[in-house]
Nanobody, 128 residues
Framework: QVQLVESGGGLVQVGGSLRLSCAVS????????MGWFRQAPEKERDFVAA????????YYDESVKGRFAISRDIAGKTVYLQMNSLKLEDTAVYYC?????????????????????WGQGTQVTVSA
């Protein structure tokens, strides 16, 4: 069973920055991709960003493009989400997820139920 452990969430003011980390363990081979999703209260889990593990190709939701950056440390088996210029609407629980194999379409990297395993989530709260 793949284990994903997120860290780095917290309380930050509007315009501030946070960096989330997701450590991957119990995975004897490289995944195809890692993704970050977020879920605000009473809302669905939404795509934030994804990165292919070997090629490093990145994908972003329009709402975070230019403000967030996803990256990965292959040797450390960790994926990061650098979040800058945070807005009130970025408040949510952030989850990392692993996609073990290549999807038939890149679009599916933006779809939550196309991922194989999930972390427990880390709360990000942006205050005015």
């Amino acid at each position: 069973q793949v284990q994903l452990v997120e860290s780095g969430g917290g309380l930050v003011q509007v315009g501030g920055s946070l960096r989330l980390s997701c450590a991957v363990s119990e995975l004897p081979f490289s995944p195809y991709a890692m993704g970050w999703f977020r879920q605000a209260p009473e809302k669905e889990r939404d795509f934030v960003a994804a990165i292919t593990w070997n090629g490093g190709t990145t994908y972003y939701d329009e709402s975070v493009k230019g403000r967030f950056a996803i990256s990965r440390d292959i040797a450390g088996k960790t994926v990061y989400l650098q979040m800058n210029s945070l807005k009130l609407e970025d408040t949510a629980v952030y989850y990392c997820a692993v996609r073990l194999s290549a999807p038939s379409m890149d679009y599916f990297l933006r779809v939550a139920d196309r991922y194989n395993d999930w972390g427990q989530g880390t709360q990000v709260t942006v205050s005015a």
